[in-house]
């Protein structure tokens, strides 16, 4: 294929939260698990290492553990991923690992309990919640060449977050979640400009 290729994938993400009491961590939530849909474009660097910027719409959240009705929280986000891809390619079949930065922005959220309902989350000036949501991205797969000009390819990906999702101050302690979680997509790209020679 040619140096630069444009893709689209979707898949599912299991998303969970960790808990922590004045940045101590204390246990992780159960998962939640939503569509995942993005686009992406690949730059090629050298034979075997690519710039992979995509832009992807998913879930993040949790449910609260060892609860027979649990409560679950959901945030809606656009998320921003850098990674550079390793490849290695064998005829028509190439694996691939990957990890890079990502910026996630929270366009909104709800808590939701089965008997009850869903609440909405506000983002506000003085909310415990915060929109922005930093981290990283890695994965790993396998993909097919199927034309002259696209391929396939089925992926594992995992993204953990630096910094808080909610950050609140008790009476007595600080309360705080942080995302990650890990998930499998399945992708199409394709060369728009340039086929190989």
Do not use: C
């Amino acid at each position: 294929m040619s140096q630069n290729t444009f893709g689209i994938r979707s898949g599912l993400f299991f998303a969970k939260m960790r808990y922590f009491a004045d940045d101590e961590y204390l246990w992780s939530s159960d998962p939640i698990n939503k569509l995942e849909i993005g686009v992406f474009t690949s730059f090629k660097l050298t034979k075997i290492i690519s710039f992979m910027p995509e832009v992807n719409y998913l879930h993040k959240g949790g449910a609260i553990p060892d609860n027979p009705n649990p409560p679950k929280t959901y945030y809606q986000q656009i998320e921003l991923a850098l990674p550079f891809n390793f490849e290695y390619s064998f005829d028509k079949i190439a694996l691939f690992g990957k990890i890079g930065p990502s910026y996630g922005y929270m366009i909104g959220g709800y808590n939701e309990i089965s008997s009850i309902g869903r609440g909405l989350i506000e983002f506000k000036d003085n909310s415990d919640y915060v929109r922005s949501d930093l981290g990283f991205l890695a994965g790993g797969g396998i993909s097919f060449l199927i034309s002259e000009s696209g391929k396939i390819s089925l992926e594992s990906r995992y993204r953990r977050s630096f910094i808080y999702t909610r950050d609140e101050e008790l009476e007595d302690f600080k309360y705080s979640t942080k995302n990650f979680g890990w998930g499998i997509v399945v992708g199409y790209s394709t060369n728009l400009f340039n086929r190989s020679k």
